[in-house]
């Protein structure tokens, strides 16, 4: 089992879906119930393979790759397929497996329109391959591709079963995402051709540049290639209005999956790829990562009070929440990708469980327009409580798992890597902590006026609106479990990911800083105010 | 599991800084975790089986709090040995032997100290090494991030021993209380399970060993107060004060994220092998012995100054806590009294080193903390004047004693600040559920419209409020009057009234101190005239309360009463020595963690000026409502809703003062009218718009563009271009052939034309470039 | 034409009988079905589909073996090569060749037009395609391209009772033959510089030789290339594309646009890597113009196309750009293999993914009776299978991933990126931004395909035959193995035409 696992683990559960495609494939459109269970066994089997992976994942080693396989792919152009798991894609590779088989468990009874359960699963679970298959990619190549197959089965999701406005949202996002990553594509070739390195794979050509180099000037455009295709991604401001659209017009599922897991595939790019390929190109773009994630926190924030329809507001939020995000990537240090990491899973289980509350209560109101709804814990108490923990674990409420992503990051940026310019970050860091203050503000907004109040008239009496179904109790409850317990004890996802940030930081960026402390930091500008970065310069030339 | 991160046992460390902590002492002051653990558990209880439970969940929590209560009880009599008795292992704090920032001032101020543990810094370790007051020290992991791991556990010394203390008993008694005053609320197991989950965060903040968990600890409290101040939320104003209330928090918070930020960075920078620091004790270590920078200090504790200021009910973000009053009456003795407002003057004092060294407390005459402190109790004693709402008279007196505790801490008057702590929760409290009492009996919160006379029917009620007045006012010899003399005396102002010591002059702080005092025994007075004395002005039959509700009124009165002995002043010639400051003997740290303050003496001059003042407030308003009200309203044969003659209808300052009290200064305008609606309505309008007309309109134009030229393209070359010739010359191509034949004829000519066009204008620029 | 062919055979150099095996199969075959039609008139109608078919899988044989064999022949003095390329795109042809009788199977019957005719010369122009890939003399080049072309011309107006189809016919003939006659010039010019008509020696001679006008030169391939760009339809030869393509029965259409580009990139490759060889800075600009122009041309026009073959055929100009691109930084040292190997990737994959797209559009074309995009609404409901496979295609041909598009353009991207120059870079830049505005009327389609109501609610569902069906599954296969192992095209690929050049 163990030499299994070993050899075969992670692409057994990258392609499984396929599998249960090809099964449904064969099965007539008609036998519904088949198609469920079907659909709901492979992710199913995925999620224990996920445990199995679990049991045999070294908890000490985090920052290696474990069960890496690689052998040739393309052979024409040096492209391997590679695959392996560390602490940094743990956590998402388990929360992809987690999220999926609940939406299937969700959709159960309530397909979205038109219906057609054994299209919509497909799509499904085609987007589990896609998005495991990210996570776990070691070749830029193969990476590019599993980046590129999550966008067809999201885009038929909006487009077939979204809301009145889905052809407009479903090709926003998909030309959106793809000229974000065809400029990506371009980045990676240049990187690739540019740094002589044998192969496409990731250690390949973070040995290559290091030991080849690469001008400052073709770092920097490469740099910011990968950044146009990560931060649309994101995404960041201001690549972000495709995110609005498809979500407030994609069926409950495909926002749910769209949070948790879609825009991590942005973020993942970068502290996968983009930084520890390019450092020296990352420490100068990371101000200006820095300044946009911080307007993406106030500008979301601000764009969240000016909704009125609820899934609207809660995608603008994910503008604001991926901005702590990316305000911790930018920091550039051990800490702060830590709190990005949290961060995404953070967010990714908080505004996932939103958006499944949102459906709810679409299904229940038929709208989702704040402003005629009220009174949601009279008529449904517990899914309004249920509305209420999220909204806390949103705004980064400590002992729940948004304030792991948030606070982390914030706290990073005062003290942001070497060659970082402190004085602007400490600025960041003063105005995302405002972020927090408006975060609430546009949430606990939310929170009175959807759940707070009595119903309005024209709902007072739908016997329709019901509490919190079966259903909804199997597909939510793990994720309100994780969102306590990773509140409780962060230590679940930061054990994991820390080995793994710090090797990868150390193999690219603490070296390289350490060579440009004295004078180049002066020069950048980092002389801090209170006299600690240095001292904590020596530190790390000391060792 | 003990985990030491940076701080490791090294008894006689040359190097090592003292942290007068250790990992010893007693077991139950190594396990106070337990005594959150209780009520904590008990949330999860009432939460998921409470509606099951014969009592709706009720009975779990006050078993848990109740044993809460016996716990913290043991653990402050295990103190009280630990104190003078436990003499162990000094925990020292490894120092990175970098260079420190030179010109650090520390000094001066600490010659003139004449305390047992003037000496600070390394040169005198040993003497710390040996001492007898060694907080313990108790943690395990929390997570792990950059190979550093992040602890967290307890502190336990004086200081949040008493906390328990005060935290449980008051807690078990709103309990108690709570189950006659909300008995059959609509949300009663609710109600249960957020003041559980209340007691386990409040008492997780009082023995937070580290800012992080302080600051998990003091959001938590801010969500239960969130969710109890909106318990009735059908009602908007109810959610509207709730959301207010937490966003005002939350505006402080952003300080205290700041403010904890910076410290962890700085104690880091000095500290090898690590990057940062949450340790409280480390962090004031640290900057006791002048190893930060003043700047970076005094940046940190401005923020953390901003935390206090809202949480604490601080000017000017004071204005959520009177809104908070329409929360369930017990929940604001609890919270919005007794415990969690007071959560920023426990956070200073747990702080104390930063905030002593940030905000240069000692030796001078004036900083930011005393300063807010002092407009605080002038602010809050002015604006309980003209309360209807006998729960709003309260909130604002809050504000105004919470004031009074900042004051005190700011002129360096630690353990008078403490001390007043301890005594207004049961004072207050004590006042709180007794408006509950009486508003329980008529119904309403409003004194003008509908009390009056309440004495009669209400006797515990009204001799229990009587009781907390007099303590409120400061009269002796009632707990008020030791604590508020203390504090007076603290502020080293003048000197002329014979008190000896304190950190500096604070003569203005003396100042606003008395004046404040006059101004709560006036209002105070006025408070009671209303409430107990004249005509009944409600409706209904009224009576005395339950047991339930009348047992916690005489237990918190009696506390009020004796409460001020546990801290006679020194030089108190009428009882021994022994009795004197045993409150500040067991609760006030003397170790490296806590800087070197003076000790003021009160006099006797002091305490009688001070008494005097009081008597004289009480006596105006006395005079004001027992005597000229009374006969006007006996005159008039009207109740005394409106008085027709009242200052403020007679002299136009009085009515401009008065209009300006109504208004509560205009913050309220202000934050929720300019700041808050300004946000919502025209800011986030105009993110917004800008957000769909520039940076979507710019992409949705991109596409567009791309599709008109794509018209164009199709339509003015493609087409035009070509079928114009076609169009053209089948004009010209005199009707002949029909369709047939001008396609034959037109069109393939002109393709035609423009394949040799382009071949030659291609091949023409290209032999002009090669 | 086929009077030349005899008296090439009639002198009777030394023929390598097994190296001319693949012509001689489809020659033999076509007279066949030709004396059939003779003999058994319309009793032998419903034979000769299958007839051909065979024949075009029979001519595989020799490929295979010729494969095998490894060893690279030279005939006629260097003027006919078969080596690894020619048997790479022989192999391309065959292929696109047997898919599009399979898709014209029940459209020439059901629509009654001559079926024995149309199949005759639809392998007279697979032979002439076949001899293109081997072809290295400007004789032979033309030759070859003449005896595409005729046959197509004539299928063009195959529907004869349609005017459209005739206009089309006309046009595209007439086009054809101005086209050759601007080629025929610059051919002319080259042979008056050079001296030859071995595109080998014409190298030779363009470097080594003292060179009289350079001008003349620049004007000779000026007007060779765009003779082919008219083939290729590269904007702005592209003009007669759309109009040929609406007009001409569908399966020729899918020929057209797969088998007839493929044979003018293949011409094109042997002029450029072995003719023009060295005059890189001629071509390299004049190519990349043409891939610009395409790119971006064919795109944006495509955008407002409401004809799905329309929107078929200037989507066919846009890629006909991203064919050429590689060649714009083609005479970059050391990327010469690469750009090769990414050119001819890109056309058996355009192969697989466009003749598929066509499949669906005939299949469903058969219940709508419309090409217009409209007509194909709400497919999904009535025919999912079929639009599941549009939706493969056109992503395929967008590039998205694991389609086998993807792997195409990736390695247009890959050369231009490791152009190390400016140029190079900006036409990535340029391909890019492309590739996301093809998206946007691919997706369209499908979109409208999935999600949209079927026009006036009919959902009877659409008829298909064997035949149809397993076309389209051959290229749906394709599609998605070439992007899932794309190691299979690219092994192919791999190919080198300059050691035979030199």
Same mark, same amino acid.
């Given at each position: ?77 040096? *492209? ?214 911080? #307007? ?15 899934? &609207? ?38 505004? %996932? ?65 070497? %060659? ?30 959807? $759940? ?92 | ?28 002051? &190594? ?73 650090? *001032? ?89 003041? *559980? ?78 990057? %940062? ?23 940190? $504790? ?50 104390? %080193? ?40 309260? $909130? ?375 | ?215 003349? #030169? ?10 082919? $760009? ?260 690219? &092994? ?11």
């Amino acid at each position: 089992m163990e030499n299994f696992i070993n050899d075969w683990g992670l692409t057994v559960t990258t392609f499984l879906p396929m599998v249960g495609v090809a099964v449904m494939l064969l099965i007539p459109k008609a036998q519904e119930e088949l198609h469920k269970k079907a659909a709901l066994a492979t992710s199913l089997l995925v999620a224990v393979m996920g445990i199995l992976i679990l049991t045999q994942f070294d908890f000490d080693a985090t920052g290696q790759l474990q069960f890496a396989v690689d052998h040739i792919w393309i052979d024409v152009i040096n *492209s391997h397929y590679a695959m392996g798991l560390d602490g940094m894609s743990l956590p998402l590779v388990l929360l992809t497996m987690l999220v999926v088989p609940l939406c299937i468990i969700y959709s159960w009874n309530h397909f979205p329109e038109p219906q057609n359960p054994k299209a919509f699963l497909i799509l499904i679970l085609v987007l589990e391959t896609g998005m495991i298959g990210t996570f776990m990619a070691q070749d830029l190549v193969l990476f590019f591709v599993f980046f590129e197959v999550v966008l067809l089965p999201m885009f038929f999701m909006i487009a077939v079963w979204g809301g009145d406005d889905r052809r407009y949202a479903s090709l926003k996002f998909f030309l959106y995402t793809l000229f974000g990553s065809a400029l990506m594509l371009v980045s990676f070739l240049a990187l690739y051709f540019l740094s002589g390195s044998e192969s496409f794979v990731l250690s390949d050509l973070i040995a290559a540049v290091s030991s080849n180099g690469i001008s400052r000037t073709a770092g920097l455009w490469i740099f910011a290639g990968m950044f146009l295709g990560f931060g649309i991604k994101v995404p960041m401001f201001p690549f972000h209005t495709w995110l609005p659209d498809a979500h407030t017009q994609a069926p409950t599922v495909g926002s749910v999956i769209l949070a948790a897991v879609l825009l991590k595939l942005g973020t993942y790019g970068f502290i996968r790829i983009a930084i520890p390929v390019l450092p020296e190109a990352a420490v100068e773009w990371a101000p200006w990562i820095g300044l946009l994630a911080v #307007i993406g926190i106030i500008y979301g924030a601000l764009g969240c009070l000016a909704q009125t329809d609820m899934k &609207r507001l809660i995608a603008f939020s994910s503008v604001a929440h991926m901005g702590f995000v990316m305000l911790g990537i930018s920091t550039l240090t051990d800490f702060g990708i830590n709190a990005a990491i949290m961060g995404m899973v953070a967010h990714g289980l908080i505004t %996932g469980m939103l958006f499944f509350i949102a459906g709810s209560v679409k299904e229940r109101y038929h709208t989702l327009d704040i402003n005629r709804l009220g009174g949601l814990l009279i008529q449904a108490p517990r899914m309004g409580w249920i509305f209420g923990l999220c909204v806390m674990a949103s705004l980064g409420l400590p002992g729940l798992a948004g304030f792991w992503g948030e606070f982390p990051a914030i706290l990073s940026a005062y003290n942001p890597g070497n %060659g970082l310019p402190v004085t602007t970050f400490r600025v960041f860091m003063v105005i995302s902590a405002l972020g927090t203050v408006l975060a609430a503000g546009y949430l606990l907004w939310l929170l009175q006026r959807a $759940a707070f109040g009595t119903p309005k008239d024209e709902f007072a009496e739908d016997p329709s609106i019901t509490d919190v179904t079966k259903h909804e109790w199997i597909s939510w409850a793990p994720f309100l479990a994780l969102i306590v317990a990773i509140g409780i004890y962060p230590n679940l996802i930061f054990r994991v990911t820390d080995g793994a940030v710090d090797a990868s930081l150390n193999d690219c960026l603490q070296v390289n800083a350490s060579e440009l402390t004295a004078e180049q930091a002066e020069a950048l500008g980092c002389a801090s105010i209170y006299n600690l970065h240095e001292d904590h310069e020596d530190h790390a030339a000391g060792e | 599991m003990v985990t030491e991160l940076f701080i490791f046992a090294e008894s006689a460390s040359q190097s090592g800084l003292p942290l007068g902590i250790t990992s010893g002492g007693a077991w139950l002051l &190594r396990n106070a975790w337990l005594i959150p653990l209780l009520p904590a558990l008990s949330f999860l209880g009432i939460l998921f089986f409470g509606k099951r439970m014969p009592r709706k969940g009720a009975e779990l929590g006050i078993a848990a709090v109740g044993i809460a209560f016996v716990l913290a009880v043991l653990t402050g009599l295990a103190w009280l040995d630990h104190r003078d008795n436990y003499h162990g292992e000094e925990t020292h704090l490894a120092v990175a032997a970098v260079e420190h920032h030179g010109e650090i *001032s520390h000094d001066e101020h600490h010659d003139d100290s004449h305390d047992e543990h003037a000496a600070s810094g390394h040169s005198e370790s040993g003497h710390h090494a040996t001492h007898s007051s060694l907080a313990v020290s108790n943690t395990v992991t929390w997570f792990q991030t950059n190979g550093v791991d992040i602890s967290v556990g307890v502190l336990v010394d004086g200081l949040s021993v008493m906390m328990l203390f005060v935290v449980t008993l008051v807690s078990l008694l709103v309990h108690i209380y709570s189950t006659d005053y909300v008995g059959g609320d609509r949300r009663y197991t609710h109600y249960f399970a957020f003041l *559980s989950l209340f007691s386990a965060s409040m008492l997780t903040l009082v023995i937070s060993e580290n800012t992080l968990q302080l600051l998990v600890a003091w959001e938590l409290v801010g969500v239960c107060s969130f969710a109890l101040i909106g318990h009735w939320w059908e009602e908007k104003p109810n959610s509207d004060a709730a959301l207010k209330a937490f966003l005002t928090n939350r505006v402080g918070d952003m300080g205290l994220l700041v403010g904890v930020t910076i410290l962890f960075f700085s104690v880091g920078s000095v500290l090898p092998d690590t990057f %940062g620091s949450f340790s409280i004790a480390a962090t004031n270590a640290v900057a006791n012995n002048g190893l930060l920078s003043h700047t970076a200090l005094l940046v940190a $504790a401005t923020c953390l100054m901003a935390a206090v200021m809202s949480k604490s009910g601080q000017f000017f973000l004071h204005t959520w806590l009177p809104d908070a009053m329409a929360g369930p009456t017990p929940v604001s003795a609890l919270i919005h009294a007794a415990t969690m407002v007071v959560a920023g003057v426990f956070m200073i004092a747990r702080l104390y %080193g930063v905030f002593f060294e940030g905000l240069s407390i000692g030796g001078s005459s004036i900083n930011l903390m005393a300063l807010v402190g002092g407009i605080t109790t002038l602010v809050g004693a002015s604006l309980a004047f003209v309360q209807r709402d006998i729960k709003k008279v309260l $909130a604002y007196s809050t504000i105004s004693q919470l004031g009074y505790m900042v004051l005190a801490l700011g002129v360096g008057a630690w353990t008078a600040a403490v001390f007043h702590l301890f005594t207004h929760a049961f004072f207050k409290a004590c006042l709180f559920l007794g408006s509950g009492s009486v508003a329980h009996a008529v119904h309403s919160f409003d004194m003008k419209s509908d009390m009056g006379g309440m004495r009669k029917a209400m006797p515990h009620t009204y001799r229990t409020f009587i009781i907390g007045s007099i303590a409120l006012a400061g009269l002796p010899p009632l707990a008020g009057f030791w604590s508020k003399d203390e504090i007076l005396a603290g502020t080293g102002g003048w000197g002329l009234f014979g008190g000896t010591g304190g950190n500096g002059s604070y003569t203005l702080m003396l100042v606003m101190g008395m004046i404040t005092a006059a101004l709560t025994a006036a209002y105070m007075t006025r408070c009671v005239y209303l409430t107990f004395f004249g005509e009944f002005r409600g409706h209904g039959d009224v009576h005395e309360s339950g047991p339930r509700i009348v047992a916690p009124l005489w237990i918190l009165a009696g506390l009020a009463i004796v409460a001020g002995l546990f801290n006679l002043p020194k030089g108190f010639q009428l009882v021994p020595d022994s009795f004197q400051e045993r409150f500040g003997h067991y609760v006030e740290p003397v170790a490296g963690y806590f800087p070197t303050i003076s000790h003021a003496t009160p006099s006797w001059s002091l305490a009688i000026i001070s008494t005097l003042v009081v008597i004289g407030g009480a006596s105006a308003a006395w005079w004001y409502y027992f005597v000229k009200v009374e006969a006007a309203s006996k005159a008039s044969g009207k109740s005394l809703t409106e008085l027709p003659n009242g200052p403020t209808t007679t002299y136009p300052l009085a009515k401009i003062i008065h209009n300006i009290l109504d208004k509560k200064y205009y913050l309220d305008h202000l934050y929720t009218g300019i700041i808050a609606g300004g946000t919502k309505g025209p800011l986030a309008r105009m993110a917004y718009r800008f957000n769909q007309q520039v940076i979507d309109g710019t992409v949705d134009r991109v596409g567009e563009t791309a599709v008109k030229s794509g018209q164009f393209v199709y339509d003015k070359i493609d087409q035009l271009v070509v079928d114009g010739a076609v169009n053209t010359s089948g004009r010209l191509s005199s009707e002949a052939g029909g369709e047939l034949r001008k396609i034959q004829s037109g069109k393939v000519q002109s393709y035609a034309a423009i394949l040799f066009a382009a071949a030659t204008v291609l091949a023409g620029i290209l032999i002009v470039i090669v | 034409m086929t009077t030349q062919l005899l008296t090439l055979a009639f002198e009777r150099p030394a023929i390598d009988w097994h190296a001319v095996a693949p012509e001689l199969t489809l020659l033999a075959v076509g007279c066949l079905i030709t004396l059939i039609d003779i003999i058994f008139l319309e009793k032998a109608r419903p034979y000769t589909a299958t007839l051909a078919g065979l024949g075009v899988l029979a001519t595989a044989i020799p490929i295979i073996t010729l494969a095998m064999d490894g060893v690279d022949r030279v005939l006629f003095d260097g003027a006919y090569v078969v080596d690894d390329f020619a048997l790479f795109t022989k192999a391309i042809f065959l292929i696109s060749g047997y898919v599009v009788i399979l898709l014209s199977t029940n459209y020439v019957a059901e629509g009654d037009y001559w079926e024995n005719e149309y199949y005759g010369l639809l392998l007279a122009s697979l032979m002439g395609m076949v001899m293109m890939s081997s072809s290295r003399d400007l004789i032979s080049i033309f030759v070859a391209l003449e005896l595409l072309s005729i046959p197509a011309y004539l299928m063009v107006a195959w529907r004869k009772r349609d005017a459209r189809s005739n206009e089309a016919g006309l046009k595209y003939y007439l086009m054809g033959v101005f086209a050759s006659a601007v080629m025929l010039y610059g051919m002319s010019l080259l042979f008056g510089v050079s001296g030859s008509t071995q595109l080998s020696e014409i190298s030779n001679f363009l470097t080594n030789g003292t060179v009289s006008s350079v001008s003349a #030169i620049t004007l000779a391939i000026v007007f060779v290339v765009a003779g082919f $760009a008219f083939k290729v339809s590269a904007a702005p030869f592209h003009t007669w594309a759309p109009d040929v393509y609406e007009g001409a029965p569908t399966p020729v259409t899918a020929f057209l646009s797969v088998a007839s580009k493929t044979a003018g990139f293949i011409a094109l490759l042997q002029l450029i890597y072995v003719g023009f060889h060295n005059q890189s800075d001629v071509y390299e600009p004049l190519i990349w113009i043409l891939a610009a122009a395409s790119m971006t041309f064919g795109n944006l026009v495509a955008l407002k196309q409401t004809n799905i073959v329309r929107m078929m055929a200037y989507s066919g100009v846009a890629q006909t750009g991203f064919i050429l691109a590689p060649l714009a930084v083609a005479g970059h040292a050391g990327l010469e293999d690469q750009a090769l190997s990414a050119v001819l990737t890109y056309l058996a994959i355009y192969a697989a993914m466009n003749l598929g797209a066509f499949a669906v559009i005939i299949t469903l074309s058969r219940k709508t009776g419309s090409a217009e995009i409209e007509s194909f609404n709400g497919a999904f409901r009535y025919a999912p299978a079929m639009t599941v496979s549009m939706a493969f295609f056109l992503f395929s041909l967008a590039g998205i991933p694991p389609l086998g598009g993807w792997f195409a353009k990736f390695e247009v991207f890959s050369v231009l990126a490791s152009s190390d120059d400016v140029w190079g870079y900006a036409l990535a830049v340029i391909a890019a931004i492309n590739s996301v505005i093809a998206l946007y009327y691919y997706a369209s389609v499908a979109r409208r395909m999935w999600a949209d109501e079927a026009p006036e609610n009919d959902l009877t569902p659409v008829s298909t035959t064997s035949s149809l069906v397993s076309a389209l599954a051959i290229c749906a296969i394709v599609t998605l193995a070439f992007g899932v192992v794309p190691q299979i095209v690219g &092994r192919f690929a791999d190919v080198t035409l300059l050691t035979l050049g030199g």
